[in-house]
C-alpha cells in the first residue's frame, strides 16, 4: 500500500478492544486468545467486546484493518517510481512484528467477506495515471496488479513462508520486483516528470 489503508472512525471502547486483541496475538497467537481475555486486556466487560464485534469474524476484520492503518502505517509515496522503496520499507516493518502481519495476510488471503486485498490501489492508480498517462488499459492493469501484489503483507507471508527468506532478503526481493515492474514504463513518463526516467 503506498499510504496509511484507511480505517472506520472507532470508538475509544473498539479502539481499546483492537489494541489488546493486537497485543494478545503478539503474546499467544491469535487462536489462543478469548473474548474474556481481550476483555480483561482492554479493562471492560465481556459482554461489551460482543457488542461491539459479534462473530471472531467481526472481531478479525476490525483488527486486520486497524493493524495496518496504525502499526504498519506508512507515508503516501508521491510518485510511482517511490513505491519499490515504500515497499523495502513495508516489508521491514512486517518483518517487525511477524505474528500481526500473518494476521493480516490471512485475513486477506482467505476471502473473508469485506476484507480489502489491495487497499493501496487507488493511490497506485492516481499516481500511474499522473505520471504515465499514455498506458494503454492492458499496460495499466498489469502494472498496477503486478504493484498492488507486490505491495502486500501477503508477499511478505509467501517469501517467509514458501522460501524461507529472512527479512532483509525480502526487502531486497520485493523492492527488486517492483523497480523491475516500473523499468518497463520509465520511457513512458510524460514529459512533466521527465526526471523519473532516469531513476
Do not use: C, K
Amino acid at each position: 500500500m503506498t499510504g496509511s489503508t484507511a480505517v472506520p472512525a472507532l470508538s475509544g471502547t473498539q479502539g481499546a478492544i483492537l489494541a489488546a486483541y493486537a497485543e494478545l496475538i503478539e503474546e499467544l497467537g491469535s487462536d489462543d486468545v478469548s473474548y474474556r481475555v481481550i476483555a480483561r486486556r482492554a479493562g471492560i466487560a465481556e459482554r461489551t467486546v460482543f457488542r461491539n464485534y459479534p462473530t471472531r469474524v467481526d472481531l478479525l476484520l476490525a483488527t486486520a484493518a486497524w493493524i495496518e492503518a496504525t502499526l504498519f502505517a506508512r507515508e503516501e509515496s508521491h510518485s510511482i517510481f517511490d513505491v519499490p522503496l515504500a515497499i523495502r520499507e513495508a516489508m521491514q516493518r512486517y518483518d517487525a512484528r511477524p505474528e500481526l502481519a500473518h494476521v493480516v495476510a490471512e485475513t486477506a488471503m482467505r476471502g473473508v467477506s469485506g476484507a480489502a486485498p489491495s487497499p493501496g490501489r487507488a493511490q497506485l492508480e492516481r499516481l500511474l495515471d499522473a505520471e504515465v498517462p499514455s498506458l494503454d488499459p492492458a499496460q495499466r492493469r498489469s502494472v498496477i496488479a503486478a504493484l498492488s501484489h507486490l505491495d502486500s503483507v501477503g508477499t511478505w507471508v509467501t517469501f517467509r513462508r514458501e522460501f524461507g527468506m529472512d527479512g532483509r532478503d525480502i526487502a531486497d526481493a520485493a523492492a527488486w520486483a517492483a523497480e523491475a515492474v516500473l523499468d518497463t514504463i520509465r520511457d513512458r513518463v510524460t514529459p512533466a516528470y521527465p526526471w523519473r526516467r532516469g531513476r
